[in-house]
């Protein structure tokens, strides 16, 4: 039977922002917060995990961070040179930062009457999870990070050749999927390969849900700005879980197993022919992993 699923809803989360989102399941389950990565709309969250999560207990949330689909924008002009001094390391002012970003989350789960809630990042995310984790731990009950990184520069790179094809979409819808196309090839799973009719229905519908060029932009400086986080992340003391593709193009995995490093007992797990995105047949695997880390938390 199909989970219970509300409409796209929308909350007022302080400064301005209104996030879009919807949950899946019963309120009374283990709230399970699910974080989605750099110009990722919260529909990335694939319903079927979705339902996969909520058959193990867990009432499922998930979100447009500011900047993308029906969630506010941001303000401030992020130009592509600001964008490469950012990316070699050079001082630059950030219209938000990741810290802002979590400061979203906790807002949405306030909003939704949470005092904690497990949390699931990916990519983006899984820093924005990190940084709720480290700021405000009481209120996390356990941390998934996914193909994610610490913030530290040395680890979790990616390819300079990648960041053309990141600020490279313009000039229209068509534009968009071809780019899209174009992008998931280089940097998905080539173990699990993804039809390209598949990756264009995604990428239709997220444009079709609204897509801020100038907000990708300052996304990606919030993240290029982002702190070292591991000597906050050895503080840690609630489960954790790292995930990481082996064959992850966007974000090294030598970020996860820095993540994985820094936190206590943190589980790693690196998935063969994994790149940075979700293959269906891992759902499995994914939602086994984040009830076996929640459930170190009871």
């Known amino acids: 039977m199909p989970a219970q699923t509300s ?20 309120p009374d389950g283990e709230p399970l917060l699910l974080v989605m990565g750099l110009s990722g ?3 990335w969250w694939d319903p079927a995990l979705c339902e996969m999560l909520v058959d193990r207990g867990f009432y499922v949330v998930r979100f447009d961070n500011r900047d993308v689909g029906r969630s506010s924008r941001g303000q401030g002009r992020v130009t592509r040179a600001t964008l490469v001094r950012a990316f070699t390391g050079r001082k630059v002012r950030a219209p938000y930062s990741l810290s802002d970003m979590a400061a979203d989350a906790f807002g949405l789960l306030d909003h939704l009457g949470l005092d904690s809630a497990h949390v699931v990042g990916v990519s983006m995310g899984g820093m924005i999870v990190q940084t709720m984790a480290v700021e405000q731990p009481a209120r996390i009950r356990s941390l998934t990070s996914i193909m994610s990184t610490t913030g530290k520069r040395t680890v979790g790179w990616q390819h300079p050749s990648l960041l053309t094809n990141l600020i490279g979409r313009a000039g229209g819808r068509e534009a968009y999927i071809r780019s899209s196309v174009a992008i ?14 598949d990756v264009e229905a995604r ?28 000597p906050r992340l050895r503080a840690l003391t609630m489960p954790a879980l790292v995930v990481h593709g082996l064959a992850d193009k966007m974000v090294h995995v030598s970020g996860g197993r820095a993540t994985a490093a820094a936190i206590p007992g943190a589980e790693l797990l690196l998935v063969d022919g994994m790149g940075h995105d979700m293959p269906v047949a891992l759902h499995e695997t994914f939602a086994d992993a984040v009830k076996r880390t929640a459930d170190r938390a009871r």
């Open 184 to 197: 998931w090839k280089r940097i998905g799973s080539p173990g699990y390969p993804v039809p390209d009719e």
């Open 7 to 26: 409409d796209e809803l929308f909350a007022p989360v302080g400064s301005g922002i209104e996030l879009c989102y919807q949950t899946f399941g019963d």
């Open 203 to 230: 990428a239709e519908e997220t444009w079709d849900r609204g897509i801020s060029a100038a907000g990708t932009l300052r996304q990606m400086v919030a993240i290029l700005t982002q702190p070292n986080r591991t």
């Open 41 to 43: 709309p919260m529909t």
